[in-house]
């Protein structure tokens, strides 16, 4: 696709190698996401997986789409709709908002959630530690 006629696509639009790296982008995909040079940046980690699958398929001609969590501008995550179809080395991805997900999951939350409670407890378990010391020596 022409690279000027690219930068008039009404939807965030990538051309990205087989690497990730962004060859091309529309002009509307800056008011979404960060100044980046590889797409691999703004996906979440949890997604990267996903994305791996996706864009692997580089002999399929067919549209893909996944549901994948990106990193926007502002620096917080959103959800998003990618559909991705090669055209030989080139793959051209689009990318719009799905507002309807949830995220993050809430498996995810939940063991971040018990991973900070279980830091806590150890820090608690530290303190009291410490304070006992400290108790100790003043006597």
């Known amino acids: 696709m022409d690279t000027s006629t690219t930068k008039w696509i009404p939807v965030p639009y990538f051309q990205i190698n087989q690497e990730g790296a962004i060859l091309n982008s ?3 995909t800056h008011s979404y996401f960060p100044p980046i040079s590889n797409i691999w940046t703004i996906i979440h980690k949890e997604d990267r997986n996903k994305a791996i ?5 580089t002999t399929n001609s067919d549209p893909v789409t996944k549901h994948l969590i990106l990193q ?3 620096g917080f995550f959103g959800n998003f709709k990618c559909t991705i179809q090669w055209e030989g080395s080139i793959c ?3 990318c719009t908002e ?3 997900i949830k995220v993050p999951s809430v498996l995810s939350v939940q063991k971040s959630l018990v991973n900070t409670q279980k830091r806590l407890e150890e820090s608690e378990k530290h303190v009291n530690n410490v304070t006992k010391i ?6």
């Open 72 to 74: 926007t501008r502002n």
């Open 134 to 139: 400290l108790n100790m020596r003043k006597h």
């Open 98 to 100: 799905a507002k309807n």
């Open 26 to 28: 529309s002009n509307i």
């Open 92 to 94: 051209h991805l689009v």
């Open 53 to 57: 699958v996706m864009l692997s398929q």
